[in-house]
Nanobody
Framework: QVQLVESGGGLVQAGGSLRLACAAS????????MGWFRQAPGKERQSVAA????????YYADSVKGRFTISRDNAKDTVFLQMNSLKPEDTAVYYC????????????????????WGQGTQVTVSS
């Protein structure tokens, strides 16, 4: 079993920055893709960003392009989400996800594509 633990959430003013981290532990498997999702109250969980095992391929939702950056450190089994220029509409619970992939360059974007999920971390952006 794989465990994912997110950290770095909190309360920030609009225009501020936060850096989320997600550490994976448990059964070792590679390659695996990782991603960040978010869910606001009353809304469906949506993809925010994703990264391949190699780190060479990334995906960003249109709403966060140019503001968020996803990265990973495979030596530490950790994925990061640097969030800059935060807006009130970024307020949500942010979830980390991971799944095995057939190739190091495979990019997984949808919620259905992930097998493992973290418990979530709250991000609140005040106006």
């Amino acid at each position: 079993q794989v465990q994912l633990v997110e950290s770095g959430g909190g309360l920030v003013q609009a225009g501020g920055s936060l850096r989320l981290a997600c550490a994976a532990s448990g059964r070792s498997f590679a390659p695996y893709g990782m991603g960040w999702f978010r869910q606001a109250p009353g809304k469906e969980r949506q993809s925010v960003a994703a990264i391949s095992w190699s780190g060479g391929r990334t995906y960003y939702a249109d709403s966060v392009k140019g503001r968020f950056t996803i990265s990973r450190d495979n030596a530490k089994d950790t994925v990061f989400l640097q969030m800059n220029s935060l807006k009130p509409e970024d307020t949500a619970v942010y979830y980390c996800a991971a799944t095995e992939t057939s190739l190091p360059t495979t990019l997984v974007v949808t919620t259905r594509g992930y097998n493992y999920w973290g418990q979530g971390t709250q991000v609140t952006v005040s106006s």
